[in-house]
């Protein structure tokens, strides 16, 4: 797309209309002392070719030698090439918001089979059409057990992820919800004794991750239970949904909502987004549901056809009736991942997540006889947390190697004493046996 900046007579043909002398008086309203007060530092503007010279240039720094063994919520997976072909179709440049469901097949169609997909993997009777990410779509579930039960204590583990946790803060800051955090175990799963002492008949939801952030699968039936006797909604949180092509649905075990996100499929890392957040519920709950919903019909002809079905958002109905101020989904990311899934089909996703579970081990394996042990006793996927010693050094250490070694787990839980040396690593299908053993001998040497 290129740029064709305004002349001065548009400009001053769109001020005159809005009544304002000038462009500085269309932000009078910002306090003087929070300006910038002087021109931004920028070199020189380039002509296209010595434009995409230096962006070569800078590409070139880039240490692409070897995948990153951190996860943390992003996760390197392959993504087929065609996939990004697929999403250059013609059948997907329609109008980008499908309010015109007869020019707007294509995006219509392509959210529909997403929405099939992630009631494949959760076992939920209903998705929605994409959520931001998965961090929203973590305080979306919150909002919406709120309204569905009228309580207003939300349960969290402590295993969940961090930032994640954050943005549910920051979402429920402007409401009454209280949110009450429980710890985890030895084995890096929920403490389930602090869970059921935390869930009372005030809880609209517990949320826990799935597998968690620390890599574990958590105990989410029994989880489950103590939410179910308490009349509360259990909310499974999957960053890693490769993991559900292994793992039994959440939907299979007690969970009312899953959300998370589907970055691992048909999405590369992008320095940490944009990725597509999913969102799955119940059927008796699909009115509480944030965003909007694909539905398939059939036209006058007896063709089939997509439209939106329903559209809760605010952008959509009044706002006090809306369900969530959210007025977008991630439409192409949503549309990678419903490409690179349709490719895998259920039994490529199925080998793909054991191929993973199989590098796990194999890291486990390698970094055992380096002489590192797993912090955690509880069963993970394919990511787990590695008593190091100094992680930061660890990670400083192999940084000059060109190995991204891994998350440091005390910058998120600085006073827990297993978080002390321990460093979260995650082995994919990018991870092969002589790039493991040789990250496992480094972080010994």
């Not at 602090?194 to 826990?208: F, M, S």
Request: with cysteine; net charge neutral.
């Amino acid at each position: 797309m290129r740029y064709h900046p305004h002349t001065p007579e548009d400009i001053r043909a769109m001020l005159d209309a809005i009544g304002a002398k000038s462009v500085p008086e269309l932000f009078d309203s910002i306090p003087e002392k929070l300006r910038l007060g002087r021109a931004l530092d920028l070199p020189p503007a380039l002509d296209e070719i010595a434009l995409f010279a230096e962006f070569g240039r800078l590409a070139g720094r880039n240490e692409t030698a070897h995948p990153p063994f951190v996860g943390a919520g992003a996760y390197p997976h392959h993504v087929p090439p065609v996939v990004d072909q697929l999403l250059l179709r013609g059948e997907f440049f329609t109008a980008y918001t499908p309010y015109q469901p007869e020019i707007s097949q294509g995006t219509l169609q392509a959210l529909f089979e997403w929405q099939t997909f992630v009631c494949l993997l959760t076992g939920m009777d209903v998705s929605n059409a994409s959520m931001y990410d998965g961090a929203t779509a973590t305080a979306e579930a919150a909002l919406m057990a709120a309204r569905i039960t009228g309580r207003k204590k939300i349960v969290v583990s402590a295993a969940l992820h961090p930032e994640y946790r954050k943005v549910l803060a920051t979402y429920l800051r402007s409401t009454r919800d209280e949110i009450v955090t429980v710890p985890f175990g030895s084995d890096g799963r929920t403490d389930l004794a602090a869970l059921e002492k935390a869930v009372g008949a005030d809880t609209a939801c517990v949320l826990l991750g799935y597998p968690n952030f620390l890599g574990v699968v958590d105990a989410l039936p029994e989880a489950a239970a103590i939410a179910k006797k308490a009349g509360a909604l259990t909310v499974s949180v999957t960053a890693e949904a490769v993991a559900l092509g292994l793992l039994q649905a959440p939907g299979a075990l007690g969970a009312d909502v899953a959300v998370g996100t589907f970055q691992s499929f048909g999405n590369p890392l992008s320095f940490g987004g944009p990725f597509p957040g999913f969102f799955a519920t119940r059927e008796a709950n699909v009115r509480q549901m944030p965003g909007r919903i694909c539905g398939a019909t059939t036209d006058k002809q007896g063709r089939r056809g997509f439209v939106l079905t329903l559209s809760t958002r605010e952008q959509h109905i009044r706002r006090e009736k809306a369900t969530s101020n959210i007025c977008t989904n991630s439409g192409l990311c949503a549309l990678a991942s419903t490409i690179h899934l349709g490719l895998l089909g259920r039994n490529g996703l199925a080998e793909l997540a054991r191929l993973n579970h199989g590098r796990a081990r194999m890291l486990r394996d390698a970094m055992k006889r380096s002489g590192f042990g797993t912090v955690f006793t509880g069963p993970v996927f394919n990511e787990q947390v590695f008593d190091v010693g100094d992680a930061e050094a660890v990670v400083a250490r192999l940084a000059k190697k060109g190995l991204v070694a891994g998350a440091p787990l005390g910058r998120w839980y600085p006073d827990h004493p297993r978080a002390k040396g321990a460093l979260l690593c995650v082995a994919t299908e990018l991870h092969g046996p002589e790039l493991i053993e040789l990250f496992a001998q480094a972080v010994r040497s």
